[in-house]
C-alpha cells in the first residue's frame, strides 16, 4: 500500500464479510421466531463457514447416499425402535412447546438417526407416493425427507404426537423458506466476483425485507423481516460507506453508474456521489501513475517529398500541404474513454474479466 500511496482510512474502506453479514441477517430472523439463538450472542457462522451458502438438495451428496440407500432384513430392529418409543413418549410435552421448525428439524432428525427409522420412513412412502415422481425424474418415495410421508411416519407413532404439523404449519414454512431463499441463492453463484455485488445485494435484500414485513402470511414472519431488516440495515450503512465498495460497483460493465440512478433519489448512494468518489479516485492514482498511460495513436506520418518534381502530379498532390478543413484529433482521455466504454450494453455478468480486457485493456492507471 506504501508503494501506490494507497491510504487505509479504516472509517471508509472496511469490507465486511458478505456471507457472514448475510447469515447474521438469516440467524436475526430465526432468532427471532425462537429457533435459534440472536446473533449478539451466539454467531453460527463461525462454526459452520465452510458449508455451502445456499443449500441445493440437488448437490448434496449426504442426502443423495440416503436417497439411494438400499435396506437389508438386518435394518428392522424392533427391539431399538420400542426402546425409543419408550423415551420418546416422556418428551410428548417438551415436543408440544417447540416452534414449528424446531419441530420439523426434530422430526427429520429422528428419521435419518438409524438404518431401522430409515427403512420404516421409505417404507410409509412407497405406500403414500406409490409410483409418483418428481419433476427431477426420481421416485417420489425415494426422496427424504417429504413433506406427506413425514406427515404420515408421524402420524402412525404415538409417541411422536408432539411433532406433529398441521395443514398451517406446512404454509408457514413454505412461506419462511420464500423469505430465506430470497436472501441466499445470489449468495451460491460461486462464479461471480463478489465486491461488486455487495451494495445491489444488499439494496435487494433490503427491498425483499421491506416487502416481507409488510405483506408476508404471518404475522410472526412480519416481525422476524423487521428484525432482520434492522440487522441488515446496520451494515447496510457501513458497506455505503466504504469507498471501495461503490467503486468496485461502479466498475463493474452490467451495474456500473447505472445502478446508482435507478435507486430512489433519497437514497444515500446517490449517482453524483459515486462519480465524484470515482474521478477523486483516478485523479489520485492518475498523478502518481501518469507516465504508466498508454500513449495515445499517431497520426501517420507524412510521405517526405524530394525537391525536385518528377511529373505534373507530383506538382499538385496535396500530400505535404496540411488540411486546415479537417478538426484538430483530441486525444481523449482515458477518463473518458472508461465513461464512454458502458454506453455498449453487457449482458454477462460473470464476464466482466472478459470485458475489461476487450473493451478498456488501454486504461492502465483505472487497471
Known sequence: M??????????????????????????????????VEDPEITDDYLHSRDLPFHYDPNNDPDLDKLEREEFTKD?????????????????????????????????????????????????T???????????SGRKLASLMPIRDAIGTWVFERDELQGLKLEPEDWLFLESLGELLEALTKQMSHSSTPTLPWVLPMYEGMRK???ASEGNAKFGCLRMAAAAGL?????????????????????????LNITWFRKLDPEHRLTAERAQVLFEHAYESYRQIHANDEAPQPQAPARPSRSGTLRSFLDDICMVDVPDVSK???VPVSELKRFWDAF?????????????????????RCIL
Open 2 to 35: 506504501e508503494k501506490f500511496d494507497i491510504q487505509f482510512i479504516p472509517a471508509n474502506s472496511q469490507i465486511h464479510c458478505l456471507a457472514h453479514v448475510v447469515n447474521i441477517v438469516v440467524q436475526k430472523i430465526l432468532a427471532a421466531l425462537d429457533d
Open 75 to 123: 435394518d428392522d430392529g424392533g427391539n431399538e425402535e420400542d426402546d425409543a418409543a419408550d423415551i420418546m413418549t416422556g418428551l410428548t410435552s417438551d415436543f408440544k412447546k417447540m416452534s414449528v421448525l424446531q419441530k420439523l428439524r426434530t422430526t427429520v432428525t429422528k428419521i435419518c438417526s438409524s438404518p431401522q427409522r430409515r427403512k420404516r420412513f421409505r417404507t
Open 125 to 135: 412412502a412407497v405406500r403414500v407416493y406409490g409410483d409418483m415422481s418428481a419433476p
Open 208 to 210: 425483499h425485507l421491506q
Open 230 to 254: 434492522e440487522k441488515l440495515e446496520f451494515y447496510y450503512s457501513k458497506a455505503s460507506d466504504s469507498q471501495l465498495n461503490i467503486i468496485a460497483t461502479l466498475l463493474h460493465p452490467s
Open 327 to 329: 478538426p484538430e484529433v
Open 343 to 363: 454506453n455498449t450494453k453487457f449482458d454477462d455478468p460473470d464476464g466482466v474479466l472478459t470485458w475489461w480486457k476487450v473493451r478498456l485493456s488501454d486504461c
